[in-house]
């Protein structure tokens, strides 16, 4: 197979070798003190009202709101278990929210049964014009 180890004809993509070596010299070339200026004048920029340099100091500054969206850990699900006002249990919880489900359920079947009705009213109601 041509991506394994030892294969003499995979030499891997030309185009991905060069962009490496040219991220390579940009790291080479980035020290502390140049990163910060070219931060600086980012942030000075979206100061004076650069749209583009605000966005790129914000999206890297704050991040997007999706990546900063996280499931709670263990820890902080007791957390909320605990601080919860009624005092109700994992279990009760969800046996309050299946209720709720089975309610929905329900409502909506009567309102499409009550549709249902209807509609075989209309058709009995007003006849095929045949007398």
């Given at each position: ?110 309102r499409d049964a009550e549709a249902a009705g209807v509609v075989l009213a209309l058709g009995d109601g007003e006849g095929d014009g045949e007398a």
């Amino acid at each position: 197979m041509p991506w394994q180890r030892g294969n003499q004809l995979g030499h891997g993509s030309r185009i991905h070798r060069r962009m490496r070596e040219l991220r390579q010299e940009v790291l080479d070339a980035l020290s502390p003190t140049a990163m910060r200026e070219v931060i600086d004048s980012m942030v000075r920029l979206a100061c004076e009202g650069d749209v583009a340099a605000a966005r790129v100091v914000l999206a890297y500054g704050c991040g997007t709101p999706a990546e900063h969206t996280r499931a709670l850990d263990f820890d902080e699900m007791r957390e909320a278990q605990q601080d919860d006002p009624r005092g109700l249990s994992l279990a009760e919880k969800v046996a309050v929210l299946e209720a709720a489900a089975r309610r929905v359920r329900e409502m909506i079947a009567e309102r499409d049964a009550e549709a249902a009705g209807v509609v075989l009213a209309l058709g009995d109601g007003e006849g095929d014009g045949e007398a």
